[in-house]
């Protein structure tokens, strides 16, 4: 079945530091989708990667698509309090309709 | 416009009870997925329909089952409710199967 590992479980920084987390797949991924969730809240759409070696900006943060369409990264520039959360990928494969959600990263950001 | 809408926000269940938990899509959202989350996990796939049918199915036990209604609304049942089964339920939708999805607020299940 698909695997899929997110990396760290946890990061604490300091604020003004970057933040990144990593997603890794054992299989070829049709696309990939980050989401966010604040604390008590639900998952949020940030953005969705298809192309291989796609990279997309949104303001302080940078969304990868690896080569081989098997890793994906987000990275935050100099976090802010508000960027706390739980950072989830959720890739795709060929041929599925399901969306599976990685075990997420939890960002904690010390003002 | 409404988000995705679902109901009720929390539930207070006995073991062995039967739920009908609902969802609302966007307007326009024709594909519609339900997910469980336990505290400090991520959300779990269970079930996802397009146009009123099943396009994907989870793994869960078949005490879990769900419709689409020709208004693109969704209900998700659970039979037999174990303790388990107390978690957040999320219902998410999407223009179609393979946008990226608008979560509800979802539904808070405990049983005891």
């Known amino acids: 079945g698909q695997q899929v590992m997110q990396i760290p479980q946890y990061q604490h920084v300091q604020e003004g530091e970057d933040f990144t987390t990593y997603c890794n797949s054992s299989?070829?991924?049709?696309?990939i989708q980050w989401y966010k969730q604040r604390p008590g809240g639900h998952p949020v759409f940030l953005i969705q990667l298809v192309k291989s070696g796609e990279v997309k900006k949104q303001k302080r943060l940078t969304f990868q698509f690896g080569e081989a369409k098997k890793n994906s990264s987000l990275h935050i520039t100099a976090t802010q309090t508000t960027d706390v959360g739980t950072y989830f990928c959720a890739p795709r494969m060929d041929s599925s309709y399901k969306l599976i959600f990685g075990s997420g990263t939890r960002l904690l950001v010390r003002p | 416009d409404a988000g995705v809408t679902q109901s009720p926000t929390h539930l207070i269940k006995t073991r062995g009870q039967q739920v009908t938990l609902r969802c609302s899509p966007i307007?326009?959202?024709?594909?519609v997925s339900w997910y469980q989350q336990v505290l400090g996990q991520g959300p779990q796939f269970i079930f996802q329909y397009y146009e009123k049918e099943e396009r994907g199915r989870g793994n869960f036990p078949d005490r879990f089952s769900a419709r689409q209604f020709p208004n693109y609304s969704s209900e998700l049942n659970v039979n037999a409710l174990l303790l388990g089964d107390s978690a957040l339920y999320l219902c998410?939708?999407?223009?179609?199967?393979?946008?990226?999805?608008?979560f509800g607020s979802g539904t808070r299940l405990t049983v005891v």
């Open positions: 998410a939708s999407s223009l179609q199967g393979g946008a990226g999805y608008t």
């Open positions: 307007s326009g959202h024709k594909s």
């Open positions: 299989t070829t991924l049709s696309n």
